[in-house]
């Protein structure tokens, strides 16, 4: 699993981890079922400790995107994928990015274009 981490960003790690890992859901590159790398090896691999991992798959399985077992280690989720509807948090956070857009000066048509560009996105 090739993750692109940017150690310069005010994104923490474990973040970058989290968000790399959804979007291979997203968009088919992790399909359900799919074992991820242990935690030592993703640490390894990506050159960071394996707590920041730990947390990152921690945080993953919170938000049911994966399922861990001490024996088969950290597999993608069957229902990550499944409709569940907008949690609450994505809700907050999809009104601020909204907010923040609207303040910059962007109108609805080049918003809704722009979601309409990154949805397909995963879809490729």
């Given at each position: 699993?090739?993750l692109?981490?940017?150690?310069?960003?005010?994104?923490?790690?474990?973040?970058?981890?989290?968000n790399?890992?959804?979007?291979?859901?997203?968009?088919?590159?992790?399909?359900?079922?799919?074992?991820?790398?242990?935690?030592?090896?993703?640490?390894?691999?990506?050159?960071?400790?394996?707590?920041?991992?730990?947390?990152?798959?921690?945080?993953?399985?919170?938000?049911?995107?994966?399922?861990?077992?001490?024996?088969?280690?950290?597999?993608?989720?069957?229902?990550?994928?499944?409709?569940?509807?907008?949690?609450?948090?994505?809700?907050?956070?999809?009104?601020?990015i909204?907010?923040?857009?609207?303040?910059?000066?962007?109108?609805?048509?080049?918003?809704?274009?722009?979601?309409?560009?990154?949805?397909?996105?995963?879809?490729?």
């Amino acid at each position: 699993m090739l993750l692109q981490l940017d150690f310069s960003s005010d994104v923490p790690i474990y973040l970058q981890i989290r968000n790399q890992i959804v979007l291979g859901i997203a968009n088919g590159k992790l399909a359900p079922g799919e074992r991820l790398p242990t935690i030592r090896t993703l640490a390894d691999e990506a050159g960071v400790n394996m707590m920041t991992v730990s947390k990152a798959y921690q945080l993953l399985k919170q938000e049911g995107y994966i399922s861990t077992d001490r024996r088969s280690g950290a597999v993608v989720s069957e229902t990550a994928g499944a409709k569940q509807g907008i949690p609450s948090a994505m809700r907050d956070s999809l009104r601020l990015i909204v907010s923040e857009a609207k303040l910059r000066g962007v109108s609805y048509e080049e918003f809704a274009a722009l979601c309409r560009t990154l949805y397909s996105e995963t879809e490729e």
